[in-house]
């Protein structure tokens, strides 16, 4: 087999365990904007929180030590304990679950029935509020986060692909534990949106607040129900970009891939997330791997937002999303 299919073959398969990372953001979005109508600027953020907040409760940070030492001048920086990783992601949900409640009770409750581009607004002013307030209370520093995923090299596909075609493949095993989780997420996300009675009141809120609560929908229930879903989402973005890359501030920067892969899925569809991370995962791998070196490479900067671009133009509900038709 030519080396250059080979290569393509391997950068084919990096591209899609990229596109399942893009993906696992991405729910985030869908799970909000189902149940606000507005897409969600701050899921990005959220993920970046999730992760900081995870990383400081595992190794036994102290919370705004920074500030805490400058106004009474101690050097206190870190408990005298560590806390496992199943427990520690246990509590940095629970602190997701919290986040939740807070955002309903003192910004979403005071704005029922608002114009989308007000709650939209609302979402930005919520990212830019908990990356200083993340800042504050975590710090800035780059963290390194553990949880004991497997990283590294997958010597079993190695083997197998060296024994196939005489050229081993080189494939992430945190990104096939990404693949697995974000399967396994979809699924459940899926049956919730489809077959439960919260899924169902979920979509009702979306079409009309007002009609909502009309038929006895509890509008703050579902709302705090969404965004807890979507922070656990976060969290586990949060670690697998961490794990991959450090938790660091650029980790929030990820929002804005997902936007191009929301584009082509589809902003009400869970399935279409998934899909819409693939194809731009995969696409954006082959096209610099095929185009970039004509171009002068650095093509996945924009291959997305251009993909995304083109989608807009032809079929500007995505893939899997619901053409509105409004008659007048």
Known sequence: ???????????????????VLYALVALGFVLIFKASGIFNYAQGVMAL??????????????????????????EVHHFPWQVPSLIAIVLAA????????????????????????????????????????????????????DVGLPQGMNATIDQVTFDWFGYGFFIDNLDIVAA????????????FSQYSKQGRALRAVADDHSAALSVGISLRFIWVLVWSIAGFVALVAGIMWGAKSGVQFSLSLIALKALPVLMLGGFTSIPG???????????????????????????????????????????????FGEKIIERV
């Open 1 to 19: 087999m030519p080396e250059q299919l080979l290569f393509a073959m391997e950068v084919t398969l990096n591209g899609l365990m990229a596109g």
């Open 180 to 191: 697995i989780v974000a399967s396994l997420l979809v699924a459940a996300l899926t049956i």
């Open 49 to 74: 929180f999730a992760a900081l907040t995870l990383v400081g409760i595992q190794q036994g940070q102290v919370p705004f030590a920074h500030l805490i030492n400058a106004i009474f001048g101690t």
């Open 273 to 319: 997330a998934i899909v819409g991370g693939l194809i731009i995962g995969v696409g954006e791998q082959l096209f610099e791997f095929t185009i970039g070196p004509m171009i002068g490479g650095a093509t996945q900067n924009w291959f997305a937002y251009v993909l995304a671009l083109i989608f807009l133009i032809f079929r500007p509900q995505g893939l």
């Open 94 to 145: 629970g602190v997701m679950i919290l986040f939740a409640w807070i955002v309903e009770k003192y910004v979403l409750q005071h704005l029922i029935g608002q114009p989308d581009i007000i709650l939209f607004m609302a979402t930005i002013g919520l990212a830019y509020f908990m990356e200083g307030f993340g800042d504050i209370m975590w710090g800035s520093d780059i963290k390194k986060l």
